[in-house]
């Protein structure tokens, strides 16, 4: 591929932009220094003749390729991003960076755009050669209506149909099916709104904030008539007309005008998705009550606690300042736990059906967290499945290099969030010029209002997801008001004081008629919402024989706009010119992320969310009583939260891993222990930083070889294999398997020649650890567990089969092959209480793990009819990276790399 940015000079490790100094900035300040890459594309809106230009290219799948069928800048990152897969990455030079990342300066210059408009007084957008468009408003209000109105023209379609999903109206927008009816009802179970409610959300915010607020809410109307104002010039005449996205003919639906609870709504979507964490109250008592029953009342809270791994000291951490908060061992003896019976009688809560006969019952999936990632993330459109979960449960990575670590002594940055990949991306890039922002960088599509992850004009910022704990679940004693004996299908409760109220109850309801694309009969969907002073309820059961309800309390429910002031912050040069005006930037957003910063001389770290601090008497890791006297204390102070300024490591690395030493891990997050896929870039920056000389280049290098690195074998491989020993039997197969980690354990195809370069180790170890069958991680806690090991409610694996890209994370069964084994082995560092594997016996232990690999080594000799596990093989399409198609036109799929889907590489040598 040619290089892309020519005419530059280098400096240091990364391009600098034709016509610019080393380190000179505009009259503004702006600093030259950042690259970033957006796959598939910037411009997602594909109209009626570009759509038959892709169909003729390929008629049955519909993939837009670039350079073939593609229209221009659908997918013309993705090759580029593709690309950096096939690199020799230990001969990658600062020439080579434009060939997969584009240049990213803040304005550019009407000679070097492709288009420019004035759709408006006061705004005018400037669009380069990647579709990327530059907006500059002669007011904050002006470039909010750009946003709005060049948002809307790439990413149309998208944004109606996450405000519908918001809403809980896709099946409405999309038509009946069954699928598009279980997707909102989960959503009213997670963040339902009224119309009102959402609406008066803003005008909450307004107020609460000052003038800030009132100069954000300005900014919001205006962005809300930019996006109304493309959507008339867009499809002027309803469903068609040349520019109209296809996807309206199809469902046989004009758009409709935005207002403001349209915006709450797409972020009560989004920040469900990627920025809470806890919730798994439920769960967790459910497997603490089977642990008892089994094992007893003291022992099986030691077990809870060993899996549990809540604040473990072998856990990879961001910061490395000890900041204490939640963690702990179980202790359910505590008076505000509430442990639901076992075998209670049950009813729905919110999402039940009200009438309709068309509703089945909700999923209890809710109420795990993210323990399985089994809740109704699917839609049925116009052209096929929509799945919105193809998104991964943790989200994007960060390595930054402190200045006295690298080459020239200014600090260096890879990073960028993981949101999955979608057709277009769910993600939408603007360059923002105006009084009060001065921003480039990535938003979800229909919040463009401001620049959520990005660069300001001599710093940059990016986030991961924290998942740190602001969901709790909370019971509530059901009571009638005449003082008869309440069941579980009572609709009051006694509330915080002890009196007997009705619980806040709402019928929502959806007619959806069919369509060319989802023909059959129309459909009137009638859903119950019921709701407690703590939020919406899940379900209805008992606690000791007696009728409760199940509820989600979340803190930022009903405050769904409140973070925008802080991303509003971070666009604004005037708030943030250093580390510390990053810092109460990031503070102001309530969701749960990791955010990083860096400029010309600091790297910065600060976790944000709205975080709880939790009464006396209640257990984090369980359900807790609704009285008033167990509710929430008040708010983690901002210096309570974990953070750090060019900490001494020389480095900061985040890839979803626990955020700080005695930080304890959410309710739902019980894979903080020894291993973590974080360590796969960590492993690299202890080798990079150690002697200095760190570029950007080299940091690009680095992050991108931990890109394809099998992070659940390299680390749990070496422990698995000392076990197993020497074994006549197994010779050949440990022989295979040690050769892999030796060579870092990758899952490349550098040379495209249609395999892994490991291809047989890979077959077997997927095989040994049990992907398709129970296997290694398993059948080591079997010896003590039995069959509660079925039952044990964390996921296996996170294997790159699923097709998302981000792979290895959070998986707490990686951590407990490092610890018990550790225990097997003689070490003790993680402080388990008992042995497990082989019921505590190392003999016994090692006979199992060699059984189970020699049960491996069968079965997958005899499915590939092969005689020597060297001969095995692997299609390695298995794990490509396959983007979901959010309207008509999709993407080719990609080798597989667990990488950001938007990534930034930073070198600022100047600044204010």
């Known amino acids: 591929m040619a290089v892309l940015v020519t005419g530059a000079v280098v400096l240091a490790g990364l391009s600098t932009p034709a016509g610019a100094t080393p380190g000179s900035s505009g009259k503004h300040g702006d600093q030259p220094g950042v690259l970033n890459i957006l796959p598939p594309g910037q411009s997602g809106s594909i109209n009626a003749a570009e759509a038959a230009v892709v169909a003729a290219g390929d008629p049955q799948n519909r993939r837009a390729v670039d350079g073939e069928n593609a229209p221009a800048n659908f997918a013309d990152q993705l090759e580029m991003y593709d690309a950096l897969n096939r690199a020799d990455l230990t001969a990658l030079t600062p020439g080579d960076l434009g060939s997969y990342y584009k240049d990213a300066p803040l304005t550019l210059k009407n000679k070097d ?191 809870f606690d060993d899996l549990r791994l809540t604040d473990d000291p072998q856990a990879p951490t961001t910061s490395t300042v000890p900041t204490p908060y939640g963690g702990g061992p179980v202790d359910p003896t505590k008076p505000g736990v509430a442990l639901p019976d076992l075998d209670g009688p049950t009813a729905p809560g919110t999402g039940a059906d009200a009438g309709s006969g068309l509703v089945p019952p909700p999923t209890l999936d809710s109420l795990d967290g993210r323990t399985d990632g089994g809740r109704p993330m699917t839609l049925d459109g116009p052209f096929g499945t929509i799945d919105l979960g193809a998104v991964p449960d943790g989200m994007s990575n960060a390595a930054l290099v402190s200045a006295d670590r690298t080459a020239d002594g200014h600090p260096v940055a890879v990073f960028g969030p993981q949101t999955g990949y979608f057709a277009p991306q769910l993600l939408t890039e603007q360059a923002v010029v105006a009084p009060g922002i001065r921003a480039r960088g990535v938003s979800f599509a229909g919040t463009s209002l401001v620049v959520q992850l990005g660069r300001g004009v001599d710093y940059a910022w990016s986030a991961t997801s924290a998942g740190s704990d602001l969901v709790d679940t909370v019971v509530v004693r059901l009571c009638e008001p005449d003082g008869s004996a309440p069941t579980v299908e009572s609709e009051h409760y006694l509330d915080g004081g002890g009196a007997c109220v009705p619980m806040d109850r709402h019928v929502h309801e959806e007619t959806a008629v069919p369509n060319p694309a989802g023909p059959g009969l129309p459909q009137t969907y009638r859903f119950l919402v019921l709701r407690t002073e703590h939020g919406i309820v899940q379900l209805r059961t008992t606690v000791d024989g007696e009728p409760v309800g199940i509820v989600h309390q979340r803190s930022t429910y009903g405050r769904e706009l409140d973070s925008a002031l802080g991303f509003e912050r971070l666009g604004n040069p005037d708030h943030v010119r250093d580390a510390a005006g990053f810092r109460t930037a990031a503070a102001a957003i309530d969701y749960t992320f990791n955010w990083f910063y860096v400029d010309d001389t600091d790297i910065a770290y600060y976790s944000s969310g709205r975080l709880p601090v939790r009464a006396e008497g209640t257990d984090p890791h369980l359900p807790r009583w609704g009285d008033a006297a167990y509710d929430w204390q008040g708010w983690l102070g901002v210096d309570e939260h974990p953070q750090e300024v060019n900490p001494p490591t020389g480095y900061l690395v985040s890839w979803n891993n626990k955020q700080a030493p005695g930080f304890g891990a959410a309710d739902d997050q019980w894979g903080y222990g020894p291993i973590h896929r974080s360590l796969a870039l960590s492993d690299r920056l202890d080798v990079l930083t150690a002697d200095g000389g760190v570029t950007a280049t080299s940091l690009a290098a680095a992050v991108q070889d931990a890109a394809t690195v099998d992070s659940r074998a390299v680390h749990t491989l070496p422990a698995l294999l000392g076990v197993v020993g020497d074994d006549p039997e197994l010779a050949e197969a440990v022989a295979l398997l040690s050769g892999w980690v030796e060579r870092g354990a990758h899952r490349l195809d550098r040379d495209r020649d249609g395999a892994y370069s490991d291809e047989a180790a890979i077959a077997l170890f997927d095989a040994w650890w049990g992907v398709d069958a129970p296997g290694a991680a398993q059948d080591l806690l079997r010896g003590t567990l039995g069959d509660l090991v079925d039952e044990l409610p964390q996921r296996l694996d996170d294997h790159p089969r699923q097709g998302l890209g981000s792979a290895w994370n959070g998986v707490a069964w990686y951590g407990y092959v490092a610890k018990d084994l550790d225990r097997v082995r003689g070490s003790d560092p993680g402080a388990w209480s008992r042995t497990y594997c082989g019921g505590g016996d190392a003999t016994a232990c090692a006979e199992d793990l060699r059984a189970s690999l020699r049960t491996a080594v069968d079965r997958v000799l005899g499915e590939q009819g092969a005689s020597s596990v060297s001969e095995l093989t692997y299609d390695k399409h298995i794990d490509d990276i396959r983007a979901t198609t959010a309207g008509l036109v999709g993407v080719r799929d990609i080798d597989w790399q667990n990488r950001p889907t938007f990534q930034q590489v930073v070198h600022f040598t100047g600044g204010r």
């Open 113 to 303: 755009a492709v288009r420019v408009d004035r759709p408006k007084p006061g705004v005018v957008i400037k669009w380069d050669s990647f579709g990327v468009p530059y907006i500059e408003g002669k007011t904050r209000e002006d470039a909010a209506w750009g946003s709005g109105y060049a948002g809307t023209k790439d990413r149309m379609f998208l944004m109606d149909l996450l405000r519908h999903v918001g809403a809980a109206r896709a099946a409405e927008f999309l038509g009946p099916s069954e699928a598009n009816a279980a997707m909102d009802q989960e959503q009213l179970r997670a963040a339902f709104y009224t119309e009102e409610e959402a609406e008066q959300q803003i005008a909450d915010a307004e107020e609460r904030f000052g003038e800030e607020g009132r100069r954000l809410v300005a900014a919001l109307d205006a962005y809300l008539a930019g996006i109304n104002a493309a959507q008339q010039e867009l499809c002027p005449v309803g469903p068609v007309g040349p520019d109209c996205p296809v996807e309206y003919a199809a469902l046989q639906k004009a758009p409709e005008p935005w207002d403001r609870a349209d915006v709450v709504y797409v972020a009560s979507l989004v920040g469900g998705i990627f920025g809470k964490g806890g919730g798994a109250e439920f769960a967790n008592a459910r497997w603490l009550q089977q642990l008892q029953d089994r094992f007893g009342a003291e022992e099986g809270r030691r077990v």
